[in-house]
């Protein structure tokens, strides 16, 4: 069981989208996104204040898209956003088991797996649950698909996510891409979205880009190795 100070100040929020294969690894486009336009307004911020920020993920396929989706929002932007977003680019993007040991004041985390299916993968692993969930000096935001996770073998995913809405921080994204209270009922009850809207461009782009640089190493694993 996680102790209640793992999460005392962390949020997690529940995002409508399911996850897809790259190559034989996975992302989840919407998580990626929410990520993303998190960083993308409040990030360089962040950074300038001095707070140090680290993006974990379960699998090395949303890593890769997470990683590219900043570096083309780079490459793609007007000059003088290309100097807001360049800090972003050193933000250190990783799996969970490469990030024990780490540390960053904020983390953002994505879970990834998202199914009609309830398949977690070794997201159900707790060990790397707890190293997922204790990364934060000062905070975190956890980005997940509430049904998936409390379906899979690791039954604590639902006992977590009442410790989250006991401390007031369990939210839903909407379909107005506003994070809402939610309930544990509320997140259970959330129909599956194969594909929500997107407000990061060339993420599309970025999953081409990730695919055509790994196709000569062998691909993505799903292994987060």
Same mark, same amino acid.
């Given at each position: 069981?996680?102790?209640?100070?793992?999460?005392?100040?962390?949020?997690?929020?529940?995002?409508?989208?399911?996850?897809?294969?790259?190559?034989?690894?996975? +992302?989840?486009?919407? *998580? !990626? =996104?929410?990520? %993303?336009?998190? #960083?993308?307004?409040?990030?360089? @911020?962040?950074?300038?204040?001095?707070?140090?920020?680290?993006?974990?993920?379960?699998?090395?396929?949303?890593?890769?898209?997470?990683?590219?989706?900043?570096?083309?929002?780079?490459?793609?932007?007007?000059?003088?956003?290309?100097?807001?977003?360049?800090?972003?680019?050193?933000?250190?993007?990783?799996?969970?088991?490469? +990030?024990?040991?780490? *540390? !960053? =004041?904020?983390? %953002?985390?994505? #879970?990834?797996?998202?199914?009609? @299916?309830?398949?977690?993968?070794?997201?159900?692993?707790?060990?790397?649950?707890?190293?997922?969930?204790?990364?934060?000096?000062?905070?975190?935001?956890?980005?997940?698909?509430?049904?998936?996770?409390?379906?899979?073998?690791?039954?604590?995913?639902?006992?977590?996510?009442?410790?989250?809405?006991?401390?007031?921080?369990?939210?839903?994204?909407?379909?107005?891409?506003?994070?809402?209270?939610?309930?544990?009922?509320?997140?259970?009850?959330?129909?599956?979205?194969?594909?929500?809207?997107?407000?990061?461009?060339?993420?599309?782009?970025?999953?081409?880009?990730?695919?055509?640089?790994?196709?000569?190493?062998?691909?993505?694993?799903?292994?987060?190795?």
């Amino acid at each position: 069981p996680l102790p209640c100070s793992a999460v005392a100040t962390s949020l997690f929020v529940h995002i409508y989208g399911l996850d897809c294969p790259i190559r034989s690894s996975y +992302a989840n486009f919407a *998580e !990626a =996104d929410a990520i %993303l336009q998190l #960083l993308f307004d409040h990030g360089t @911020r962040w950074l300038n204040e001095g707070h140090s920020i680290r993006i974990l993920t379960t699998y090395l396929g949303q890593a890769g898209l997470i990683k590219t989706a900043i570096e083309l929002a780079h490459e793609r932007a007007r000059e003088g956003d290309k100097t807001r977003l360049y800090p972003l680019m050193d933000v250190p993007i990783s799996t969970v088991d490469s +990030a024990q040991g780490t *540390e !960053a =004041d904020i983390v %953002l985390a994505s #879970l990834v797996r998202a199914n009609p @299916r309830r398949r977690t993968g070794f997201v159900a692993d707790a060990r790397r649950s707890n190293v997922l969930l204790s990364r934060a000096r000062l905070a975190q935001i956890t980005f997940g698909h509430g049904p998936t996770l409390a379906g899979s073998d690791w039954h604590d995913y639902r006992a977590l996510l009442g410790i989250y809405a006991d401390l007031g921080g369990l939210l839903r994204c909407g379909r107005d891409r506003h994070w809402h209270a939610a309930s544990v009922d509320d997140i259970l009850a959330a129909p599956d979205v194969a594909r929500p809207q997107i407000l990061t461009p060339d993420l599309d782009a970025a999953r081409r880009r990730v695919l055509h640089e790994t196709e000569g190493r062998g691909g993505l694993h799903t292994h987060p190795l």
